[in-house]
């Protein structure tokens, strides 16, 4: 038997995918969620099985309406992200993923938004679909002759997976997805420098204060307002930096030139991965090891409490006295975080080894949602921060003394949450798809302590194939701290393996 699809109207492919024509065996995956804490595994019924199989899941998760369910009552965890289940699948190695409305949609055979999975940044070769619900009844019936509703009910009874090989059922088509890229600007201007009455100092003679100008237009993988199509305002992430950046370039403008040149840059990209900082770092517009620093402004617009958070004071001599003086000066208190990488362009440039500073007043409820919007603005807050940058980086562009770089733990660059253990790679954004690419390894992480190398693509994680950091993730949290795991890496075109014994969460 055969069920002839008709696109838009019972099955849709999903952007976070990729193209190609396939032909695959069907399997039925459940709900594609692998769950250790819960202990909970929609996969371990079909072991190896599943390689190159397209996988049938369901959306949401089990126990869904149940206040006592393991997966957090009946309130959603992150097993039932779509990110998280596609990951889930790419880990073990599936050939496509195919979703299906679960028993709780209004609507069983309403499609999703083509970009509700993210618009496939990740670069992802495997092939996603949803198909619509009476479709997928039809197969199951046919193949297993119980019904998708019996399969969901008996999961919710019991707990226990019901994933199976669908006989005789493949998956066949193909999808193109088209992909249109392009140019986006950094937007740069300078202070050329003067120099030093007594010559170079070392030759180090370039300070740059940046803040990004992207943010998520309509909303996109990285919206925390999931399935709303709405203006993402972005006033505090980052039209606040942006601002600043601006008003600090007029003030600075109006009393120099300095010692040193100051490059001022508003960059492109950084919501999809620190993009325009990453091709400056790459690419700049004087040699990198003439920068002194890196001053970093990302969400400055929100000021509670006259408290600002500075990321970075460890990384440089003399950034701790730097910054204590010219806050203490401006009436500011300051919670000081001595790492130099984050979710943020500073992190382009620590991976540099350049001494960097992030300036940032904390986030709210109402980041990455179209809530962050102009009206929220404390705006004579960010007058006094102008003010405290602008003091920061003068003394960078005039002091005799660059700072000297120095090496530093830092907390994790993603997100940690909840008990996903540590590891402490750096992300390299600019190489998406074919494995994880790490720029760097944070200092005494398990991952410095184990030899992995910036430079290197991570391709598998314990028993977890990984085609990018999605992956990564996603396999890490099925893990414990204290575990040794097994890491397989490209690492000049061979593959390394080595032993990581994971750290406590952070």
């Not at 009910?153 to 997976?161: G, H, V």
């Not at 203006?231 to 600090?248: M, Y």
Request: some cysteine; hydrophobic content about 40%.
């Amino acid at each position: 038997a055969s069920l002839p699809l008709k696109l838009g109207e019972t099955f849709t492919p999903l952007a976070v995918g990729g193209s190609g024509v396939f032909d695959l065996p069907l399997v039925f995956a459940g709900y594609g969620i692998t769950a250790p804490k819960q202990e909970y595994d929609d996969y371990e019924p079909l072991g190896k099985r599943v390689a190159s199989k397209a996988v049938l899941v369901l959306r949401q998760e089990p126990q869904k309406d149940n206040p006592h369910s393991v997966f957090n009552g009946n309130q959603a965890t992150q097993h039932a992200a779509l990110v998280r289940k596609i990951a889930n699948a790419s880990e073990h190695e599936a050939g496509a993923v195919v979703f299906c409305n679960d028993a709780s949609a209004t609507e069983p055979d309403a499609l999703m938004d083509f970009r509700r999975a993210g618009g496939g940044e990740n670069g992802r070769s495997m092939p996603v679909l949803q198909v619509s619900r009476s479709v997928v009844t039809d197969v199951i019936k046919q193949a297993t002759g119980s019904s998708v509703a019996a399969l969901e009910a008996e999961i919710d009874r019991t707990l226990e997976p019901q994933s199976q090989l669908l006989d005789g059922w493949r998956l066949r088509g193909e999808v193109t997805i088209q992909r249109q890229q392009t140019d986006a600007e950094n937007i740069v201007g300078v202070i050329p420098g003067i120099g030093f009455a007594g010559g170079e100092t070392g030759g180090r003679d370039v300070v740059v204060l940046g803040a990004h100008y992207d943010h998520l237009g309509y909303g996109d993988s990285n919206s925390l307002a999931p399935g709303t199509r709405a203006i993402h305002h972005g006033a505090d992430d980052n039209a606040s930096g942006t601002a600043t950046l601006l008003e600090v370039a007029r003030q600075l403008q109006a009393e120099g030139p300095f010692p040193r040149t100051i490059v001022f840059i508003a960059f492109a990209g950084e919501e999809r991965g620190l993009l325009g900082s990453g091709y400056y770092a790459a690419n700049p517009l004087l040699p990198l090891e003439r920068t002194a620093a890196m001053v970093n402004l990302d969400m400055v617009g929100r000021l509670v409490d006259d408290k600002v958070i500075v990321h970075g004071t460890g990384t440089g001599t003399g950034f701790d006295k730097l910054v204590d003086t010219f806050t203490s000066q401006a009436g500011l208190g300051v919670a000081k975080e001595p790492g130099g990488f984050g979710p943020s362009d500073h992190s382009s440039f620590y991976a540099r080894k350049i001494p960097v500073l992030h300036l940032f007043t904390g986030s709210h409820t109402d980041y990455h949602r179209p809530t962050d919007t102009a009206d929220k603005v404390n705006y004579a807050g960010m007058a006094r921060i102008s003010l405290l940058v602008a003091n920061v980086v003068r003394e960078l562009a005039t002091a005799i003394e660059p700072p000297a770089y120095l090496e530093v733990a830092s907390k994790p660059f993603m997100g940690g949450g909840g008990d996903r253990p540590y590891f402490g790679s750096i992300p390299d954004f600019a190489k998406p798809g074919g494995g994880y690419a790490i720029t760097g390894v944070s200092k005494k992480s398990p991952a410095a302590e184990a030899g992995l190398e910036g430079g290197d693509v991570i391709v598998r994680l314990g028993e977890s194939a990984i085609a990018g950091l999605e992956d990564f993730d996603s396999a890490l949290r099925k893990h414990k701290a204290g575990e040794t795991v097994s890491v397989v890496v490209l690492r000049n075109g061979k593959e390394v393996t080595l032993q990581v014994t994971l750290g406590d969460p952070r």
